[in-house]
Nanobody
C-alpha cells in the first residue's frame, strides 16, 4: 500500500506565491508520474501539472509560466511552486502518485489542499 500526503496551501492575495509538496510513502517499488489536479466545487477535476520519473514536465495552459513542478526522485517527493497567483487559481489541489510495480500502475491520491487567492 502507498500513502500520499500533501502539505502547503492556504490563503494568499493575488500576485503572491504558494508552494505545495507531495510525499509518497509505504511499500513503494517505483513511482512513475507524480502531479496535481485541482477542482472547484461543482466542476470537474482538471490537470494542473505532472512530472515523469525522468523529470519531463507537462503544464495546463492556464498555469504555464507561473507554476513550476519539480521532483526529488530518490525521496518520492514532488513540489508545485505557484507564483503570480490569480483568483481563478482558487481550488482544492489534489496530488497524485502513479505507483509502478513492474506489471501495472495504480494511482494514489493525496487528501487535497485548499488554495484560496483573494484580496
Amino acid at each position: 500500500q502507498v500513502q500520499v500526503a500533501e502539505s502547503g496551501g492556504g490563503l494568499v492575495q493575488p500576485g503572491e506565491s504558494l508552494r505545495l509538496s507531495c510525499a509518497a510513502s509505504g511499500n513503494i517499488y517505483s513511482l512513475a508520474d507524480m502531479g496535481w489536479y485541482r477542482q472547484v466545487s461543482g466542476k470537474q477535476r482538471e490537470l494542473v501539472a505532472k512530472i515523469t520519473r525522468g523529470e519531463t514536465t507537462t503544464y495546463a495552459d492556464p498555469v504555464k509560466g507561473r507554476f513550476t513542478i519539480s521532483r526529488e526522485v530518490a525521496r518520492n517527493i514532488a513540489h508545485l511552486q505557484m507564483n503570480s497567483l490569480k483568483p481563478e487559481d482558487t481550488a482544492v489541489y489534489y496530488c497524485y502518485a502513479d505507483h509502478d510495480d513492474g506489471s501495472s500502475r495504480t494511482r494514489y491520491w493525496g487528501q487535497g489542499a485548499q488554495v484560496t487567492v483573494s484580496s
